[in-house]
C-alpha cells in the first residue's frame, strides 16, 4: 500500500516566520511529488512541483527532496495569516496518479 | 490564467438516482482525472482518461462510475446509482503532460439523502 504520511498540526507560526512542512512517502519508486494547498471548502491549488534531489525555490516557497530518506518538505519564509491553509504533499508513483497525504493545517498568527 | 471549470457547484440527490458530474478541463490539456475528497478526509484518485479511454482507476471507481468525453471541451463522471457514502466533493483536474503538474477544478460537492 503506497502511503503518504503528513503531521495533521495545526502548525502554529507567527507573521514573518518560516513555516516548514514536512511529508514522508512509502515507495522508493516515487517520482515526482507536489505541494499543493487547500483552503477550508475549497479545491486543491497547486503550489510546487519537485522531481529530483535538492532544493527548488519559488517566491517564497522552497520545496525540498531527499528520495534516500524517502522525505519531502515545503518551507514558506515570510509566512502571512494569508498562508493560513492546509498543505497537501502528493506523489506519484509510475503512473499519473496522485497519492495525497492527509495535509497539514498551518496557522499563521499576527 | 487557463482554469478547469465544473458544473454544478452543488448537488443534491435521492440515493439510487443517476447524478453526472461535468467538467472543462484547460484547453490544451490532454489527461483528465477526477478525484473526491470525502468530508474531512484524504483527497482519493478515482479515475485517469487520456485519448478518449480510461488509463486507470481505483478500486472506488466500480461499474457504478463512468467517464466521458462527449465533444472536444467537456469531461463527465456519472454515476449510475448513488448511494449515501457517494457524498463527498469531487474534484476535476487536467494536466498537459503525464507525470506532470495537475490542476484542479473548484469541485462539485455531492450530497446524497
Known amino acids: 500500500q503506497k502511503e503518504v504520511e503528513q503531521n495533521s498540526g495545526p502548525l502554529s507560526v507567527p507573521e514573518g516566520a518560516i513555516a516548514s512542512l514536512n511529508c514522508t512517502y512509502s515507495?522508493?519508486?516515487?517520482?515526482?511529488f507536489f505541494w499543493y494547498r487547500q483552503y477550508s471548502g475549497k479545491s486543491p491549488e497547486l503550489i510546487m512541483s519537485?522531481?529530483?534531489?535538492g532544493d527548488k525555490e519559488d517566491g517564497r516557497f522552497t520545496a525540498q527532496l531527499n528520495k534516500a530518506s524517502q522525505y519531502v518538505s515545503l518551507l514558506i519564509r515570510d509566512s502571512q495569516p494569508s498562508d493560513s491553509a492546509t498543505y497537501l504533499c502528493a506523489a506519484s508513483y509510475n503512473t499519473d496518479k496522485l497519492i495525497f497525504g492527509t495535509g497539514t493545517r498551518l496557522q499563521v498568527f499576527p | 490564467e487557463p482554469e478547469v471549470t465544473q458544473t454544478p457547484s452543488h448537488q443534491v440527490t435521492q440515493m439510487g438516482q443517476e447524478v453526472i458530474l461535468r467538467c472543462v478541463p484547460i484547453?490544451?490539456?490532454?489527461?483528465f482525472y477526477w478525484y473526491r475528497q470525502i468530508l474531512g478526509q484524504k483527497v482519493e484518485f478515482l479515475v485517469s482518461f487520456y485519448n478518449n479511454e480510461i488509463s486507470e482507476k481505483s478500486e472506488i471507481f466500480d461499474d457504478q462510475f463512468s467517464v466521458e468525453r462527449p465533444d472536444g471541451s467537456n469531461f463527465t463522471l456519472k454515476i449510475r446509482s448513488t448511494k449515501l457514502e457517494d457524498s463527498a466533493m469531487y474534484f476535476c483536474?487536467?494536466?498537459?503532460?503525464?507525470?506532470?503538474?495537475?490542476?484542479f477544478g473548484p469541485g462539485t460537492r455531492l450530497t446524497v439523502l
Open positions: 519537485i522531481y529530483s534531489n
Open positions: 484547453s490544451n490539456h490532454l489527461y
Open positions: 483536474a487536467s494536466s498537459g503532460d503525464t507525470y506532470r503538474e495537475q490542476f
Open positions: 515507495d522508493r519508486g516515487s517520482q515526482s
